[in-house]
């Protein structure tokens, strides 16, 4: 059963234990899939984004995870210094330290074009005033931002808001991955890309859609 409120998600298994969402893995079988997102979709959240209150942040922060990948627990940690070098530009890598990751093992994140186009709109809004400090701010206090529990809620009402059921942290993730496998990228540099530790959970995030099988029969 899934208890929805302002202030916590949780989910109940088959067995009625109580689970956080910073506890629950995607391979978690009680957990239905996230939703991933068609382009024209994300644009539709995107254009709810643009009518809300820090939108400049809930773009940037959105687009980390549908444009890089990126969980939701990574995303709550970066710091400026993390994407920005000692001149001020927007990164082509960014490094993920192993405290910054789920498998507590460093990896790189490459950063495309479009992605950093993006996070430099964001850091002319809001500028860095010392590189140590959280990436995307809170109301509460601008230089610590979220936690990985709390972005994981923030996102859950934000996909709820513009209209989308089944939306969650994980959704920019399965999105990007699905995305590129669509395109035709290998499971390979899939697994690469999303720092998995194995073919077997790449798949697993890949969403296999109709328009997806009907190029494959194409290439007959």
Same mark, same amino acid.
């Given at each position: 059963? !899934?208890?929805?409120?302002?202030?916590?998600?949780?989910?109940?298994?088959?067995?009625?234990?109580?689970?956080?969402?910073?506890?629950?893995?995607?391979?978690?079988?009680?957990?239905?899939?996230?939703?991933? +997102?068609?382009?024209?979709?994300? /644009?539709?959240?995107?254009?709810?984004?643009?009518?809300?209150?820090?939108?400049?942040?809930? /773009?940037?922060?959105?687009?980390?995870?549908?444009?890089?990948?990126?969980?939701?627990?990574?995303?709550?940690?970066? /710091?400026?210094?993390?994407?920005?070098?000692?001149?001020?530009?927007? /990164?082509?890598?960014?490094?993920?330290?192993?405290? %910054?990751?789920?498998?507590?093992?460093?990896?790189?994140?490459?950063?495309?074009?479009?992605?950093?186009?993006?996070?430099?709109?964001?850091?002319?809004?809001?500028?860095?005033?010392?590189?140590?400090?959280?990436? +995307?701010?809170?109301?509460?206090?601008?230089?610590?931002?979220?936690?990985?529990?709390?972005?994981? %809620?923030?996102?859950?009402? !934000?996909?709820?808001?513009?209209?989308?059921?089944?939306?969650?942290?994980?959704?920019?993730?399965?999105?990007?991955?699905?995305?590129?496998?669509?395109?035709?990228?290998?499971?390979?540099?899939?697994?690469?890309?999303?720092?998995?530790?194995?073919?077997?959970?790449?798949?697993?995030?890949?969403?296999?859609?109709?328009?997806?099988?009907?190029?494959?029969?194409? !290439?007959?």
């Amino acid at each position: 059963m !899934l208890v929805n409120n302002e202030n916590q998600v949780v989910f109940k298994n088959k067995r009625n234990y109580t689970l956080s969402n910073e506890n629950i893995t995607l391979e978690d079988k009680t957990m239905k899939q996230a939703k991933t +997102f068609t382009p024209q979709e994300l /644009r539709r959240v995107l254009d709810y984004v643009a009518t809300r209150k820090h939108a400049a942040r809930n /773009r940037a922060m959105l687009l980390m995870t549908h444009f890089a990948g990126l969980r939701v627990a990574e995303t709550a940690s970066l /710091r400026y210094a993390d994407v920005m070098d000692e001149n001020g530009k927007i /990164r082509n890598e960014i490094l993920l330290r192993p405290e %910054q990751t789920k498998g507590d093992q460093a990896r790189t994140v490459f950063v495309a074009e479009k992605l950093r186009k993006e996070l430099e709109i964001y850091i002319t809004k809001m500028p860095c005033t010392d590189p140590q400090h959280k990436l +995307f701010y809170t109301q509460k206090k601008l230089t610590e931002g979220f936690t990985a529990n709390t972005l994981t %809620q923030y996102f859950h009402y !934000l996909y709820k808001r513009a209209g989308f059921i089944g939306g969650s942290s994980h959704s920019g993730r399965r999105s990007f991955i699905t995305s590129l496998a669509a395109k035709g990228v290998g499971v390979r540099v899939l697994m690469s890309l999303a720092g998995h530790a194995s073919i077997s959970t790449t798949q697993k995030y890949i969403d296999i859609n109709s328009d997806m099988q009907r190029k494959a029969v194409e !290439l007959i």
